[in-house]
């Protein structure tokens, strides 16, 4: 069985804020958990406690109640906390530095030595695209420039996991299928990559697993095959020689069809029990199945789908 470099059970955090210290339930409950070696993505609607769950882990937090384990000790080990690299959502640089000069006190705070550090940084500048931009202070960087030098900080150390608060804020198209690329990469090399993203398609791209978390509360968690399962949705049916009289036998069940230019006949269904009525149909009527095609439920549909069923 694969290692759970990540878990969390029964994860809650309550904030009082204001003056008149009002109880904010941010976590209720949070419980999933992350293998090692999967790019595994944290999704849910903006308030839903992405941040504060991994505030929780990395240990900037401490759970009211319930635990989380990271590298199999408790959140916020010093120990644990050496096999992680971290880019949080909104990172703050000391601006005056150069990109050398913040790589290299990022490597120090990790411990490395004056060669390492000086060789660490310069490849990872260059990997994330900013070996052009060595002589320019931080204060002068974009946003994506930015984003790019805190994926290079969180890689300094040679983390065994990533963890990543929407890394893909402020990239162009370009960075962001550079920065893809790299998650890749690091899962290649054995890597753990866990992820919260507003970006569902770089999600469905990357992902072996996800979970979904609304109001405080993981809704769903599984592989993508498993969460975007087919059964229950639209299937097509193509098929060839139909005749007038399956025609009619289709149109006598309320069957939606229609024929294509070459002549093939669609017929569009939903669930396993209609296509099997359709294919008996088919073939006591001498047509040929051209092909059965399910259309799977895109993430993008099933975050809202879960996001309104939970009350948002």
């Not at 000790?73 to 909104?90: C, D, F, N």
């Not at 994506?144 to 994926?151: A, C, D, K």
């Not at 193509?238 to 002549?263: I, P, V, Y």
């Amino acid at each position: 069985m694969p290692r759970e470099v990540i878990q969390t059970v029964d994860l809650a955090k309550t904030f009082r804020l204001g003056f008149r210290r009002k109880k904010v339930e941010a976590l209720r409950g949070v419980t999933f958990k992350v293998n090692e070696g999967e790019i595994f993505g944290f999704l849910g609607p903006n308030g839903a406690g992405k941040t504060t769950t991994i505030k929780v882990i990395v240990g900037l937090l401490r759970p009211t109640t319930g635990r989380a384990l990271l590298m199999g000790q408790p959140a916020g080990e010093i120990e644990a906390r050496r096999h992680v690299g971290y880019l949080p959502e909104s990172p703050y640089f000391y601006d005056h530095l150069l990109p050398e000069e913040f790589m290299d006190l990022c490597g120090r705070l990790r411990g490395l030595g004056r060669s390492t550090r000086a060789k660490r940084g310069k490849e990872l500048l260059e990997l994330v695209g900013l070996g052009k931009a060595l002589d320019r202070p931080l204060r002068k960087f974009s946003k994506g420039m930015l984003q790019r030098i805190g994926l290079a900080q969180s890689l300094v150390g040679d983390p065994d996991v990533l963890i990543l608060d929407e890394p893909m804020t402020g990239l162009d198209p370009v960075g962001r299928m550079e920065v893809r690329d790299l998650i890749l990469d690091l899962r290649r090399q054995g890597k753990t990559v866990f992820f919260s993203s507003h970006i569902l398609t770089d999600v469905e791209t990357l992902c072996d697993r996800v979970a979904i978390v609304n109001k405080g509360r993981v809704v769903d968690e599984g592989s993508l095959e498993e969460l975007l399962e087919p059964s229950g949705l639209l299937v097509d049916i193509e098929l060839e020689g139909a005749s007038n009289e399956l025609e009619a036998a289709l149109t006598e069940q309320e069957l939606e069809f229609d024929r294509s230019e070459d002549q093939h006949l669609k017929v569009t269904v939903t669930g396993q029990q209609s296509v099997d009525d359709v294919l008996r149909l088919a073939l006591d009527h001498d047509a040929r199945v051209h092909a059965v095609i399910p259309r799977r439920e895109s993430l993008e549909t099933l975050f809202v789908r879960k996001a309104l069923k939970s009350g948002t």
